[in-house]
């Protein structure tokens, strides 16, 4: 390569080239690609740190300023019109040094989240499978009696029954309203398909219907402890209710499931969310642009169901507890995120 441009380790890049034009990067030793720039700069006027924090402030503003109808780049007059805040070289090490801190923090906190993360689906899929005992140890095909119901293997003391059969006696699994008319200021809320994410309801901006409209459809009034979940756009993101959405409806797009009281809706809630059942979902999947499920064939999917209601909400409590620790984790990241934006 007689025109190559050699990266050494640290080297300041520039995405030139491509729909993330305009963003800066650390490099690593290798060859530059002909998509990005390689920036040079005097070592005695700037810290090399400070540097890089100061050109990843201005990526916004590049972007929105990228030229080209077609593959977007960098308007090099733009670039090189940066005006860099210009602190002594001791101040910008200091000013480096903090900002270096904080996404150290940020990083190890990344780490955390995708570490509890991995735990979670490693206990979703021992827990869900095999259950726990009284002293809350996993079970194991070595040492107890698994048998196969309905064709799928539990342990013996597990049932496999239809969704259908876990709901409360008067009820029935089944979607909302078909036609909502215009938002009501002061109306009756309903959940949308939107509105279900795949580990919260976000019911901030949540649509409302007339009572009139909501009381024909009384079967799908939501209940704390209620799950629900989404069957037509995207299919198959379970939720459960809380106490700030009592008495809130549904639309076509939104089913209801009121677990009986023999059943933990946490428990049930889990199951529904693993990769077991998310295999039985993506089976009854219809469509390819616009899916949907048949409410007929999810009141017909198989839930393994430890028969002991003191298991199934012993195996709820520890895949809450580490959900709860991702949630926190979460939340810090976004604190951490907040706190370098202000001091950047």
């Not at 650390?26 to 040079?40: A, R, W």
């Not at 021992?126 to 342990?155: A, M, Q, W, Y």
Request: proline content about 2%; overall charge positive; charged content about 25%.
């Amino acid at each position: 390569f007689p025109n190559k441009v050699e990266v050494a380790d640290g080297d300041l890049l520039l995405l030139w080239d491509g729909s993330n034009a305009g963003e800066f990067f650390i490099g690593k030793k290798g060859i530059l690609s002909s998509t990005m720039v390689k920036l040079n700069y005097s070592f005695k006027k700037y810290n090399k740190e400070f540097l890089f924090y100061q050109l990843k402030s201005f990526e916004n503003y590049l972007k929105a300023q990228t030229n080209g109808s077609g593959i977007p780049h960098v308007d090099k007059e733009i670039l090189l019109g940066l005006n860099v805040d210009q602190f002594t070289k001791s101040e910008q090490a200091r000013i480096a040094a903090i900002l270096s801190t904080a996404d150290e923090a940020i990083a190890n906190t990344e780490a955390l989240i995708a570490k509890y993360q991995s735990i979670k689906t490693g206990l979703m899929q021992d827990l869900l499978t095999c259950g726990i005992d009284e002293k809350g140890n996993i079970l194991s095909k070595r040492t107890h009696k698994f048998v196969k119901k309905n064709g799928i293997e539990v342990p013996v003391e597990w049932d496999v029954v239809r969704l259908k059969d876990c709901v409360k006696k008067g009820t029935v699994i089944t979607y909302g309203i078909v036609q909502t008319g215009e938002h009501q200021k002061e109306g009756i809320s309903v959940l949308r398909t939107v509105d279900l994410k795949d580990d919260h309801i976000d019911y901030s901006k949540l649509l409302k219907t007339t009572s009139e409209i909501s009381n024909v459809y009384k079967r799908t009034i939501l209940q704390e402890g209620d799950l629900v979940c989404n069957v037509r756009a995207s299919v198959g993101d379970f939720n459960i209710i809380p106490k700030v959405l009592e008495g809130v409806n549904t639309t076509r797009g939104v089913a209801r499931i009121s677990p009986k009281k023999e059943i933990s809706n946490y428990f049930l809630l889990w199951f529904l969310k693993s990769e077991k059942n998310k295999r039985q979902i993506e089976l009854l999947v219809k469509g390819t642009t616009f899916i949907d499920i048949n409410i007929a064939d999810l009141r017909e999917i198989f839930v393994c169901l430890p028969k002991s209601t003191f298991e199934q909400e012993k195996i709820a409590d520890i895949l809450n507890n580490t959900l709860q620790i991702i949630q926190n984790q979460k939340a810090n990241l976004a604190k951490l995120q907040s706190i370098k934006t202000g001091l950047m």
